[in-house]
């Protein structure tokens, strides 16, 4: 049974940072590429960030976190990270974790997490 855990959310000021994490298991993250999204109230979820296992495996980011978030994977310890610096108020949603088995981006993640809620105010 594939299971995504994430963890490391939580209420942060304005400027300040959270680590996020995802524990995966059942599968191998080697072959997949793993993104983190998030839904804020009334909108509809999208996508902050992707790693892709595949090609270059380059990441993806967001224009509004590009320079705030980096995404890090740890395939030996099945582990996703999320570090957010320079945290916004528009940041707070709940941000999820998913995996996609295609390996080259995350169009349609096969695997996602329960979510864990960001929330950034003074």
């Known amino acids: 049974q594939v299971q995504l855990v994430e963890s490391g959310g939580g209420l942060v000021q304005p400027g300040g940072s959270l680590r996020l994490s995802c524990a995966a298991s059942?599968?191998?993250?080697?072959?997949?590429?793993i993104g983190w999204f998030r839904q804020a109230p009334g909108k509809e979820r999208e996508e902050v960030s992707c790693?892709?296992?595949?090609?270059?495996?380059?990441?993806y980011y967001k224009d509004s976190v590009k320079g705030r978030f980096t995404i890090s994977r740890d395939n030996a310890k099945n582990m996703v990270y999320l570090q957010m610096n320079s945290l916004k108020p528009e940041d707070t949603a709940v941000y999820y974790c998913?995996?996609?088995?295609?390996?080259?981006?995350?169009?349609?993640?096969?695997?996602w997490g329960q979510g864990t809620q960001v929330t950034v105010s003074s």
């Open positions: 998913a995996a996609e088995g295609s390996g080259y981006g995350c169009y349609d993640p096969d695997h």
């Open positions: 790693i892709r296992s595949l090609g270059d495996g380059s990441a």
């Open positions: 059942g599968l191998t993250l080697d072959y997949y590429a």
